[in-house]
């Protein structure tokens, strides 16, 4: 089955950093954008940050650009997500997915996985 699986998440206070890993299981990483999501309670999932193919290069939502890092490892088949000063807005559920460019809608995003829960709280 051709699916992410994330890791690294769980509970930690405000502050604090959190590093999730996202292996690719069934296919290769080096022809895709990956994109990390999250959905918290009661709100639609969105896009947090996405690393290109093409020199790696990277975009951030604004929310949290100068606190979080993403980064891949195409010989891993791996993306991590590093994430600083957490605040408990952070907190949701955490997907990532592939598509063709980072710039594609997430509904053509593909190969989601089944997340991991970060919780941000005191």
């Known amino acids: 089955q051709q699916q992410f699986v994330e890791s690294g998440g769980g509970l930690v206070q405000p502050g604090g950093s959190l590093r999730l890993s996202c292996v690719a299981s069934?296919?290769?990483?080096?022809?895709?954008?990956i994109g990390w999501f999250r959905q918290a309670p009661g709100k639609e999932r969105e896009g947090v940050s996405c690393?290109?193919?093409?020199?790696?290069?990277?975009q951030h939502a604004d929310s949290v650009a100068g606190r979080f890092k993403i980064s891949r490892d195409d010989a891993k088949n791996t993306v991590y997500l590093q994430m600083n000063d957490l605040k408990p807005e952070d907190t949701g559920i955490y997907y990532c997915a592939a598509a063709g460019l980072c710039a594609h809608p997430q509904h053509d995003y593909n190969y989601w996985g089944q997340g991991t829960q970060v919780t941000v709280s005191s």
């Open positions: 069934g296919f290769s990483l080096d022809a895709y954008a």
């Open positions: 690393i290109s193919n093409f020199y790696s290069g990277t």
